[in-house]
């Protein structure tokens, strides 16, 4: 089961992370802590691939459903030999969850072996997938990502470098993504033109890193070198990084996607050089300026609640409390109760603190709403433990419009806030009042940074399809 959509009902994306050692030492130890830092990011399934590019460059590659310390143990990792590393965690946002659609995808094709890591969905890859096929592709996995990887090897052999290949697939396909790839000697970060996905590059001594979150380039003990820019295709060979701006197919009005800032970045993480603690502080504040209310204490639901519900004190004047203990230790393996047993998934994840609540107005500070199921829960459990008010703030927008990028919103007939006005859910979570973060502070949270806030206002930074891709090849 996937841990943080038991208090959310979002999924998440995915992770991607690659390690390339100039010197030739082995990394698949590296991406392994890579990935352990980014296993936020997606929880059902996980995978490394490495290739040795001074030597036979075979591609030797381990993927299995699970968590990272599931799936890898020593002797796997020993086993994995090569420079060069391309790591994924997956939540299944296209495709469905089985064990081959697991990544990295591993490709052999006539210039060798190539392996990519994807975050991400392609808009277009429903058609792209029927052209290949009308060409003779068969592809083995229900994936987007395989699209991707069979135009990069066709665009190959066209031709000279591998770089060309990408920025000629790039221009085929449409969506968010965020990619790391392995040809044979070559390691290669790539962002989407709108930067919907994040991608940063990070260097410890020889060895250069790409990560989805620079959080993953701390784990591994590197120094964080910059963001890969949108629409940017960066190469590491043994000579270094090397990025060709007449590769780039940037557009003008980037688009990163504010729910990173909001909920799926690691706190500690800094994409496009912003702080997310600072962004989640800043919409708590613009929270308690919107929706201020008379309260004894503000509380955070775990864990990206927390930081906003701390901006939230900091504006207010309340103090800021913890109520809840979240027990961290809920893998994949959890048996979600059945509808028929007393204990709700909540429950076993959360529990409230009731020396800090009891007797209190409680201002509870989340990061989002979306079936309203999960809310209501955590109210009561609030109530039960004897708070007198439970006051809701929501450092999202009420979500009305299914994400076409790769982020699992699930469809309108089950988001509350598409059939029910603020008031209704209110009075359905039985919060005593409810406020949510205004669309137009958004940008409060991201400065000059342009962003994508389709799922909250419908205003998609590109054409979409009329049905969710993520259904498509299902
Ligand atoms: S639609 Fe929402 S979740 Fe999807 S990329 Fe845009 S802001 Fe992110």
Same mark, same amino acid.
């Given at each position: 089961?996937?841990?943080?959509?038991?208090?959310?009902?979002?999924?998440?994306?995915?992770?991607?992370?690659?390690?390339?050692?100039?010197?030739?030492?082995?990394?698949?130890?590296?991406?392994?802590?890579?990935?352990? *830092?980014?296993?936020?990011?997606?929880?059902?399934?996980?995978?490394?691939?490495?290739?040795?590019?001074?030597?036979?460059?075979?591609?030797?590659?381990?993927?299995?459903?699970?968590?990272?310390?599931?799936?890898?143990?020593?002797?796997?990792?020993?086993?994995?030999?090569?420079?060069?590393?391309?790591?994924?965690?997956?939540?299944?946002? *296209?495709?469905?969850?089985? &064990?081959?659609?697991?990544?990295?995808?591993?490709?052999?094709?006539?210039?060798?072996?190539?392996?990519?890591?994807?975050?991400?969905?392609?808009?277009? &890859?429903?058609?792209? @997938?029927? #052209?290949?096929?009308?060409?003779?592709?068969?592809?083995?996995?229900?994936?987007?990502?395989?699209?991707?990887?069979?135009?990069?090897?066709?665009?190959?052999? =066209?031709?000279?470098?591998? #770089? #060309?290949?990408?920025?000629?697939?790039?221009?085929?396909?449409?969506?968010?993504?965020?990619?790391?790839?392995?040809?044979?000697?070559?390691?290669?970060?790539?962002?989407?033109?709108?930067?919907?996905?994040?991608?940063?590059?990070?260097?410890?001594?020889?060895?250069?890193?790409?990560?989805?979150?620079?959080? &993953?380039?701390?784990?591994?003990?590197?120094?964080?070198? @910059?963001?890969?820019?949108?629409?940017?295709?960066?190469?590491?060979?043994?000579?270094?990084?090397?990025?060709?701006?007449?590769?780039?197919?940037?557009? #003008?009005?980037?688009?990163?996607?504010?729910?990173?800032?909001?909920?799926?970045?690691?706190?500690?993480?800094?994409?496009?050089?912003?702080?997310?603690?600072?962004?989640?502080?800043?919409?708590?504040? *613009?929270?308690?300026?919107?929706?201020?209310?008379?309260?004894?204490?503000?509380?955070?639901?775990?864990?990206?609640?927390?930081?906003?519900?701390?901006?939230?004190?900091?504006?207010?004047?309340?103090?800021?409390?913890?109520?809840?203990?979240?027990?961290?230790?809920?893998?994949?393996?959890?048996?979600?109760?059945?509808?028929?047993?007393?204990?709700?998934?909540?429950?076993?994840?959360?529990?409230?603190?009731?020396?800090?609540?009891?007797?209190?107005?409680?201002?509870?500070?989340?990061?989002?709403?979306?079936?309203?199921?999960?809310?209501?829960?955590?109210?009561?459990?609030?109530? =039960? &433990?004897?708070? =007198?008010?439970?006051?809701?703030?929501?450092?999202?927008?009420?979500?009305?419009?299914?994400?076409?990028?790769?982020?699992?919103?699930?469809?309108?007939?089950?988001?509350? *806030?598409?059939?029910?006005?603020?008031?209704?859910? @209110?009075?359905?979570?039985?919060?005593?009042?409810?406020?949510?973060?205004?669309?137009?502070?958004?940008?409060?949270?991201?400065?000059?940074?342009?962003?994508?806030?389709?799922?909250?206002?419908?205003?998609?930074?590109?054409?979409?399809?009329?049905?969710?891709?993520?259904?498509?090849?299902?």
């Amino acid at each position: 089961m996937d841990d943080r959509k038991l208090t959310t009902g979002m999924g998440e994306e995915c992770g991607v992370f690659g390690a390339y050692d100039m010197e030739g030492g082995d990394v698949a130890s590296s991406v392994y802590y890579g990935l352990f *830092a980014l296993q936020h990011r997606g929880q059902e399934s996980c995978g490394i691939a490495v290739t040795d590019t001074y030597g036979e460059r075979k591609v030797h590659s381990r993927k299995g459903l699970g968590l990272v310390n599931e799936v890898f143990d020593e002797e796997t990792l020993d086993s994995l030999k090569g420079n060069l590393g391309v790591g994924h965690v997956r939540y299944s946002t *296209a495709g469905g969850t089985r &064990a081959e659609n697991a990544m990295p995808l591993v490709l052999n094709y006539v210039k060798g072996t190539l392996s990519i890591a994807h975050n991400g969905n392609i808009t277009n &890859a429903v058609e792209l @997938r029927h #052209e290949l096929e009308y060409t003779g592709a068969i592809f083995q996995t229900t994936i987007d990502s395989e699209v991707i990887a069979y135009h990069i090897a066709r665009e190959r052999l =066209k031709t000279k470098k591998v #770089e #060309e290949a990408v920025k000629s697939a790039m221009k085929k396909i449409e969506g968010g993504y965020a990619l790391v790839i392995s040809s044979p000697r070559k390691m290669i970060g790539v962002r989407d033109p709108f930067g919907l996905k994040p991608l940063c590059i990070g260097k410890r001594d020889h060895t250069y890193f790409l990560a989805s979150e620079s959080c &993953a380039i701390a784990a591994v003990g590197a120094e964080f070198v @910059r963001d890969v820019a949108p629409g940017e295709i960066v190469s590491f060979t043994k000579h270094g990084e090397k990025s060709d701006t007449s590769m780039s197919i940037a557009v #003008e009005k980037q688009a990163r996607c504010i729910f990173e800032y909001i909920y799926f970045a690691r706190t500690d993480s800094k994409i496009d050089d912003v702080n997310v603690y600072h962004a989640r502080i800043v919409a708590g504040k *613009a929270l308690a300026q919107s929706y201020p209310v008379e309260a004894d204490l503000v509380v955070g639901v775990p864990d990206s609640g927390l930081v906003a519900a701390k901006g939230y004190s900091e504006q207010s004047g309340i103090p800021y409390g913890m109520a809840f203990h979240k027990n961290s230790y809920v893998g994949r393996t959890f048996i979600k109760p059945k509808q028929s047993q007393r204990e709700s998934s909540v429950k076993i994840k959360l529990n409230v603190i009731e020396e800090v609540v009891k007797g209190k107005r409680i201002v509870m500070v989340d990061d989002s709403i979306v079936r309203g199921t999960t809310c209501a829960n955590i109210i009561k459990m609030l109530k =039960k &433990a004897g708070a =007198k008010e439970v006051h809701v703030r929501i450092s999202s927008p009420p979500f009305l419009y299914p994400c076409y990028f790769g982020t699992d919103v699930p469809s309108n007939d089950q988001l509350i *806030a598409h059939s029910h006005t603020t008031e209704e859910i @209110r009075e359905m979570i039985g919060a005593d009042s409810l406020g949510y973060m205004e669309v137009g502070k958004l940008k409060e949270m991201v400065g000059e940074l342009g962003y994508c806030d389709a799922c909250f206002t419908g205003n998609y930074p590109m054409k979409v399809p009329g049905k969710d891709v993520s259904l498509a090849f299902e």
